[in-house]
């Protein structure tokens, strides 16, 4: 867990509480979430540019069980999507195919 791509990516299971974590400053987890070493996507506003260029590209943070269908991280390398990169080859754009039908 001290590995640079682990180390303070997930909520300690004494979040609430940190004085009760047996590791205290020593901890790899995340006491407060000023220490996150990633984005932090729950915190943002859910709008077509977090779907298109956010959306699962963080794995989960949360230790504890939560409502893994709704939560906006990846849980595992099937649900993990790569960032997406623009520059002047890749032009995504947030917006629906004009072929899209919406019922
Ligand atoms: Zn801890
Ligand atoms: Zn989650």
């Known amino acids: 867990m001290y590995h640079e ?4 990516t997930r909520y300690c299971s004494s979040f609430e509480n940190p004085e009760q974590c047996v590791y205290g400053p020593f901890c790899s987890f995340v006491h407060n979430e000023k220490e996150f070493r990633i984005s932090l996507l ?5 709008d077509s540019h ?3 260029f956010e959306y699962k590209t963080v794995m ?3 230790t504890a069980a939560h409502d893994r269908l709704h939560c906006a991280y ?3 390398q099937q649900d993990f999507r790569r960032r997406v990169v623009t520059n002047n080859k890749l032009q995504y754009q947030a ?3 004009k072929h899209w039908k919406k019922f």
């Open 5 to 8: 791509d682990r180390f303070k």
């Open 42 to 46: 729950h915190r943002k506003a859910q």
């Open 50 to 52: 977090f779907f298109m």
């Open 60 to 62: 989960c943070p949360f």
């Open 74 to 76: 990846a849980h595992n």
């Open 95 to 97: 917006n629906d195919c």
